[in-house]
Each structure stands twice: as structure tokens, then as C-alpha cells.
């Protein structure tokens, strides 16, 4: 069902990510699931970080956003909700910014269970700065700082999160459209902290440095990587070394 | 108007505070709505306080993860509608001065009291220090001006408290308190009376929030929630808040606003007092507590028949410039006794071309009055 979801734009802003950058289509997502469960966007506020995700929300978003410090989204977000509990809001922003960071803010909203949905557009490398590594970027990935390959373990985000308490965490990966819509409206209605982390590969600075040469070659690079929960059940973490596990983590109810 | 009296929340008197009390208390009579902070030496009796009495009163009281939390959050409930405020001393000052900037871009109102402890680094946690001077006024990037007030007892902790929540609101930017330790931690007589003046933040619906044309510089500041799709950004921005990072002029007219709505109201802004000065051909520029210890030297020199007169500035930031300049064309020679090596003194210097010498102390402890007197006798 294609929509019409311009009512949600800024008028006169342009887009500016780049050619084939899942954020593009993120934005979309998450306008689908605001407009799917018809929330008045005048009662939300969108706070985001630094790097390109952080543009996601900011400024397209009719609506009122605050774009911050690098790494802080999440404790500006902080002070709004917490001054005022009216104020649907939503985080939304990169990897970089949010876990490397601003890790800390993170984990301690979560273990306070603040009432945020917390998008994190997952590109595995810092974009806006011409892609170095990051504490996502897949062990053997070449970034601008690790020419030889990266030698460290990708983070789990979102086995992070859920050890400090999220209510809801799930991750998926950009492409799968009406799955992320169904979680980021599900996250919007849990009262609580809510955690997506949604897979959303750069070609332009991830892929060209690792021979994607194309949008859809990076696309297929991360598809190549998922596994679901489901199918994830049973392996040994020999199996599962390189691999990222999708779907549901905490869903509300626990 | 934005001028409003209301009742102060404590019923009028006289109380024995702590410091720190006091600025908890002052920030309760300024209707602050929201306070977020990390505990901290000398100024966690003032978390403590406001734990309890922020609940007495409706606000909000958060203790954040660290410094930088707590005035990021502080930046967010001050767009959500907030008067906010935090308070540190110097470790975690340091910590907060890209907040301090981003406030300063975004035209928040917030308050932050920096109880200044002996540094650099952990220093001398419980005894005082007065070494941030300069980093409050250049502490964060990119040079715009900020107001920061010093008190000299606990009496002027709470009225200074209030002070800089009414110069936040009025010129949309972050107020310091720069208090000391020994002032923190002082106790002394309160008087609370029965009205406290407040100023509100200016709103104009549909009004750009960073832009204005009108002569002070400072544009109205809606509020998250009031349907005006707001757009705050750190980067450079235009009237409506809408990013430009590649546009000289929007740069160029964006900062020198930033800089103009506060330099042009330094006369406005700027409080001091005078003592003994008229006829004095000496004198001691000071702030914060070291003026207690120069007017007790400056008393007992005029029981001598010195010539001996005093400035205290309450505004460090925006300096003073004009009352400096003026009494330094009076006086023969002007002593500037500071706890910490020299920051206030080349100020000073600036504006006045006689005989300036400074004089430092960084030990932990305050200026004794007996140092200032034995100090201004090398001049007589």
C-alpha cells in the first residue's frame, strides 16, 4: 500500500542522503507507522544526534525536533519527556552516536526505563565523516581507519539494551518494510523504553570500501549476514560468529 | 510584560542556609521546573535538597549518569517549557562546556552553578579554588559571549540563583553562578522577603525563534508541544531554525547577533559595588569571596587613614569594562588579589593603563584579610 506520507515533510526541505542509503527508506517507515496508527505528529518530538541518520528526523519531520550534541540525543530527550510526559517522543539516530558515544546515555535510560522509542539506524561505520570504523562495523570490514580489515567484534546492540532493562528491543533490517513498520508501532504504543535497531547499509562509504559496488550489493552483503531468532534457535556461537540475529529480543510483556 | 511578581515559595524571614541550600532554595523562589545533576564536591548537599524539595514543590529532579547528561537534559526540558538548571564544580564544568555551547546556539535559558574547587583536574575536592574564570567565558567553542554572576555570601547565592534565572530567561542564554566552596559551604543568615521578581521567557506564536530585527537581539522562544513544528539545531541555522552550513551570511548574521544581543546590554547586565572609592587613590578590584577579605583590609586601612576604596563585580561576564576604565583613571595604583594565577587581572588591564598587580593564591584556601592589607601596603 503506497501512502502518500507528504503531509508528515517539512515543506520546501530536500532529502539529503545519498543515493541508495537505507535511511531514506527508514524515514519512510517510520512515517508509515506514525500515519498507520493516525498519532497526532504535533503532540511528538523527534530528537536525534550527529551523523547522517540524525538528519532523518531533522529536518524533514513537520514536527518539532531537536537535533543535538553528537552522542547526546538520548539525554535531551531525557529532560523533555521527563519535563513533559505528554510529549510522544522518539529518538532517532546512527550507531555511532548513539551506542559508541553515547553509549552510556543509552543503557542508563534504559535501565530507568524512560518513556522513549529509540530508533537506531544501524549503517556500521561513521557515514558523514567519510566511513571509518565503528563498534558495529563487522569483524574484517574495511573502513578509512582499518585499511587492513577492522579486528574487533561487532557490539550486540541490542543484547546491550536488553541487559539494561529495555521492555522492548527488536532489530531488523531495513528492507523488510511492513516488519519494521508492525515493530516501530508496537515500540510507540509499549509505555516504557523501546529499542529498534534497523539494519540500514551505506554504499556510498561502507560499500564502496569493501568492493559493494553497487547499493544492492550492500544491500545483499547485510541479507548474507541475518539470520532470524527462529533459525538462529539451537546454533553454537561457532555457528553464529559473524552472523546478526533478527526479530524480537523483549516485547513488552516480560 | 515578562516582568511578574510572585510570592516567594518559602514564607518570608530570615533563615540560617547553607550555600548550597541556598541555591536549591533560590532556584525553588525562580519557579525553576527542572533540575538534572551528577553528585559532586562541594555542591551535592544542593542535589540532595532539591531531591527532596523539587517533590515538595512539582518540579522535576533528575541525577543524570554524569555531567554531560545533566545539562543536555537540562537543554531539553528548557525547549519542553522548563526553567532548568544544574550544579557542578570544576570536573564536572569541564565536562558540560559543549552543552554550555550548544545552549549558547540554540538560545536556551539554563542556569549552572559552578561551586569552583582547588584544581586543575580532581584537585583539592573540600577546599576552594577560583580557576574557572576564564574557561566560563571561553570554556566551550567558538567564542560567544555567556553571563556569569559571582556571589560573595549565601545571601547572594540565593538572590544570585534567581538572578541568573531571570537574565537566562530574559536574553535566552546560559547564566554561570560562579561559587566557591567556601561560600558553598558557608552558613550564614538568609533574608527571604515576600515577593520575588521573575522574567518569563517571550513568546510570539508563529514568530521565528532565531531571528528577530528588533534592537535586543533576543527572539521569543515557544515551547515542544505548542504545534510550532520546531526546528533546533546545533549547526548554524536561519531565522526558523532550518540548517545552513555552507552560508557565510547566516553564519556571520547568526553570530553576531549571538555576540550583540549580550555585548550590547553589558551596562544593563553588569552589577557591581563600589566601596570607600570616591576618594580613594588605592584600590582592589575583586569578586566572590576574596571581596570579603578586601573590604575587612580596606576597613582597617581606612581606620588608618589610607586611601583605600574597592570594587566588587558581581558580572565577571559580560567584564565590566566601563566602571573598570572609569575608576582606573581615579586611582593611583589598583591591586587584583584572585584565587588562582592571574585571569581577572589581565581584564583589567585592558581597560586600565596605571599600575595594575596582581596578586595570587592557590592553596586550597581563601584570601586572608591580612594578606590584602600587608598586599595593598607595598603600594602607601
Known amino acids: 500500500m503506497a501512502k502518500d506520507l507528504k503531509q508528515y515533510l517539512r515543506p520546501g526541505v530536500t532529502t539529503p542522503f545519498c543515493p541508495g542509503c537505507g535511511h531514506r527508506t527508514l524515514l519512510r517507515l517510520i512515517l508509515r507507522a506514525i500515519d498507520e496508527l493516525e498519532i497526532d505528529i504535533d503532540g511528538m518530538l523527534f530528537v536525534s544526534g550527529i551523523g547522517c541518520a540524525g538528519w532523518i528526523p531533522s529536518p524533514h519531520f513537520n514536527a518539532d525536533t531537536l537535533h543535538t550534541l553528537h552522542g547526546r540525543a538520548i539525554a535531551f530527550a531525557t529532560g523533555a519527556k521527563m519535563f513533559n510526559p505528554r510529549l510522544k517522543t522518539m529518538v532517532i539516530s546512527g550507531d555511532g552516536d548513539l551506542v559508541d558515544i553515547g553509549g552510556n546515555h543509552l543503557i542508563h535510560a534504559a535501565r530507568r526505563n524512560i ?3 529509540v530508533i537506531c539506524a544501524n549503517n556500521m561505520n561513521y557515514g558523514q565523516t567519510g566511513g571509518q570504523v565503528c563498534s558495529t562495523t563487522p569483524k574484517g570490514a574495511v573502513t578509512r581507519t582499518t585499511h ?3 579486528p574487533y567484534r561487532p557490539l550486540d546492540l541490542c543484547k546491550l539494551v536488553s541487559a539494561a532493562g529495555a521492555v ?40 564502496r570500501q569493501n568492493r559493494l559496488d553497487t547499493p544492492r550489493e550492500a544491500f545483499e552483503f547485510v541479507e548474507r549476514m541475518c539470520i532470524t531468532k527462529e533459525d538462529a534457535e539451537g546454533l553454537s556461537p561457532a555457528e553464529l560468529e559473524g552472523k546478526i540475529v533478527t526479530g524480537e529480543f523483549s516485547n513488552g510483556t516480560g | 510584560m515578562a516582568w511578574k511578581k510572585v510570592s516567594s515559595v518559602l514564607p518570608a524571614g530570615d533563615y540560617y542556609f547553607s550555600g548550597d541550600e541556598a541555591i536549591a532554595e533560590g532556584a525553588i523562589a525562580a519557579r525553576c521546573g527542572y533540575y538534572a545533576g551528577y553528585p559532586i564536591t562541594p555542591t551535592t548537599e544542593t542535589l ?23 545539562i543536555c537534559s537540562c537543554i531539553g526540558a528548557s525547549w519542553a517549557g522548563a526553567k532548568a538548571m544544574t550544579v557542578t564544580s570544576g570536573p564536572g564544568f569541564s565536562l558540560m562546556q559543549e552543552g554550555i555551547g550548544h545552549a549558547v546556539m540554540t538560545e536556551t535559558p539554563i542556569v549552572i552553578v559552578n561551586a569552583q574547587r582547588a584544581g586543575p583536574s580532581t584537585g583539592q575536592a573540600t577546599r576552594v579554588g577560583g580557576g574557572d574564570i576564564m574557561q566560563a567565558r571561553w570554556g566551550t567553542h567558538g ?15 540565593y538572590d544570585q540563583t534567581i538572578n541568573a534565572f531571570n537574565l537566562a530567561e530574559k536574553y535566552r542564554v546560559p547564566v554561570l553562578v560562579m561559587a566557591e566552596e567556601a561560600t558553598a559551604h558557608l552558613r550564614e543568615r538568609v533574608n527571604v522577603p515576600e515577593e520575588v521578581e521573575l522574567f518569563d521567557r517571550a513568546k510570539k506564536p508563529g514568530a521565528p525563534p532565531f531571528g528577530t530585527e528588533e534592537d535586543d537581539g ?61 576618594d580613594a587613590d588605592i584600590a582592589v578590584i575583586c569578586y566572590g569571596f576574596t571581596a570579603r577579605s578586601a573590604l575587612f583590609a ?34 593611583k595604583k589598583i591591586l587584583v588579589p584572585e584565587m588562582n594565577m592571574g585571569q581577572v587581572v589581565g581584564e583589567v588591564t585592558k581597560y586600565v593603563s596605571g ?19 600587608e598586599q595593598l601596603g607595598r603600594f602607601l
Open chain 1, 115 to 117: 518513556d522513549l522509542t
Open chain 1, 148 to 150: 587492513g580489515g577492522s
Open chain 1, 168 to 207: 522492548y528491543v527488536a532489530r531488523y533490517l531495513v528492507t523488510q518494510g511492513s516488519v519494521v513498520v508492525d515493530s516501530i508501532k508496537k515500540a510507540l504504543q509499549i509505555e516504557g523504553f523501546s529499542f529498534i535497531e534497523v539494519i540500514s547499509p551505506c554504499p556510498t562509504q561502507f560499500g
Open chain 2, 48 to 70: 540532595e535538597r532539591i531531591s527532596v524539595r523539587f517533590g515538595e514543590v512539582g518540579a522535576v529532579f533528575m541525577q543524570m549518569e554524569d555531567e554531560i547528561a545533566s
Open chain 2, 143 to 157: 567564542g560567544m559571549p555567556i553571563i556569569a554572576l559571582s556571589p560573595w555570601s549565601v545571601q547572594e547565592l
Open chain 2, 218 to 278: 533576543v527572539p521569543p522562544m515557544p515551547a515542544f508541544g505548542e504545534g510550532e513544528k520546531l526546528l533546533v539545531t546545533g549547526s548554524t541555522h536561519d531565522a526558523y531554525g532550518i540548517r545552513k552550513t555552507a552560508d557565510s551570511a547566516i553564519e556571520e548574521k547568526l553570530t553576531r547577533r549571538l555576540y550583540q544581543k549580550i555585548m550590547n546590554h553589558r551596562a544593563e547586565i553588569t552589577e557591581y559595588e563600589d566601596y570607600y572609592l570616591k
Open chain 2, 298 to 331: 580596606i576597613e582597617r586601612l581606612r581606620e588608618e587613614s589610607r586611601k583605600a576604596g574597592m570594587l566588587r563585580l558581581k558580572t565577571l561576564w559580560p567584564f565590566a569594562d566601563a566602571i573598570v576604565g572609569e575608576m582606573g583613571s581615579r586611582v
Open chain 2, 355 to 373: 599600575d595594575v598587580i596582581s596578586y595570587n593564591q592557590m592553596n586550597g584556601e581563601v584570601i586572608h584579610p591580612n594578606t590584602i592589607v
